[in-house]
């Protein structure tokens, strides 16, 4: 039988028109031919369904041209493989997703404070040992490690610091210590340590099955350098040891110091970013069993995405319980979520080649 090739276009038009925001040309152009990423495949050319693009050979390079009028159908953005569509490639494979706050008052928090209350919870019911958190160290903001393990300590560490911590060092040493049921607040980063620790056959929480860990990822488009921020906010006329708060959101890098709030749109402090970051694809911290952060949430509320049964136990019981309230979020707000991701997904594409 002849393969019926327009047939099936017209089949992914629909699919793609019924569930997925639809990208012209333009910003495949954009992204992915004129960034050089493109692999010269030729399925953008191939599976145009008007024949809209044509591939050139410029300087020996097969490059995907428009000369056409595209229909912004969408094929070639969402099947080309160098960028990032499905939803498991930008926010990870969850089970659902959430607008919630803590209920109780008290202590440290960012956004809705759910991770936070999560821990304290578990040390206050014994169904954690400790929990491993970033807290300011002498130098503000400069983070040390906690091992908690009262609800009071938890409380008190609330707040996100946005320079890399050895959090994966502090929960070894939490289970020397004994601890066998820990808790880990980590970026994607960290995350991605402690699964590799899971997974791999010689990794130490694949050998010991007597330790326990539940990870609380946090969501997060970048990281900084503590010398280069530090300059960055001194450039700025601000002293970072007077610095009350930091926070990213909707693009903007704000800080507060006593009485006035200062912000710039975060791309601004990429002089101040810790290069690892560069490499990172992940926003949500897909190896998570339950990811928190503000993005698609209204202001004093965390978004949070649980992606396993651990992480649906832990947070359902603590909604039975009244320690934090929450509803389902709306789908156009995971949308955002996702394309936020998309724009971290592919901003190292934008890095200078290494060839």
Known sequence: MTPDVEGSLEISQEWLKENTKRYAFKKLEREIIKTEVCVECGLCVANCPVDAITG?????KYVPQLTGKCTSCG????????????????LGEYKTIWRAKRTTEGGKRQDGGVATALMAAGLRKKSLDAAVVAIQGENPWLPETLIATT???????????????????GMMKAFREGDSKVAVV?????????????????????????????????????????????TYLKDNGIDIQKVTRMAIAGGKFTVSDGDEQHEWPVKDLD??????????????????????????????YTTVIVRTDKGEKFLLQ???????EAEPLE?????????????????????????
């Open 186 to 230: 980590g970026t994607a980063c960290n995350l991605d340590a402690i699964t590799r620790l899971q997974i791999h056959t010689a990794g130490y929480l694949s050998v010991d099955k007597d330790a326990d860990v539940t990870k609380l990822g946090l969501f997060c488009m970048e990281s900084f350098d503590y010398d280069r921020l530090k």
């Open 56 to 60: 050139e050979r410029v300087d020996n």
């Open 75 to 90: 094929i070639c953005y969402a099947m080309c493989p160098r960028t990032k569509i499905l939803p498991e490639q930008l």
């Open 271 to 300: 002089v101040a970013a810790a290069k690892s970051c560069s490499y990172c694809h992940d926003l949500t911290a897909k190896n998570a069993d339950i990811s928190c952060g503000n993005i698609g949430s209204d202001e004093g």
């Open 331 to 355: 789908e156009k707000a995971i949308r955002i979520i996702g394309n936020v991701a998309r724009s971290k997904a592919t901003k190292y594409y934008k890095m200078k080649p290494v060839h």
């Open 318 to 324: 603590c909604v039975k319980e009244g320690l934090i």
């Open 151 to 169: 609800e009071e300590e938890v409380m008190s560490s609330g707040g996100t610091i946005y320079t890399h911590t050895p959090i994966v060092a």
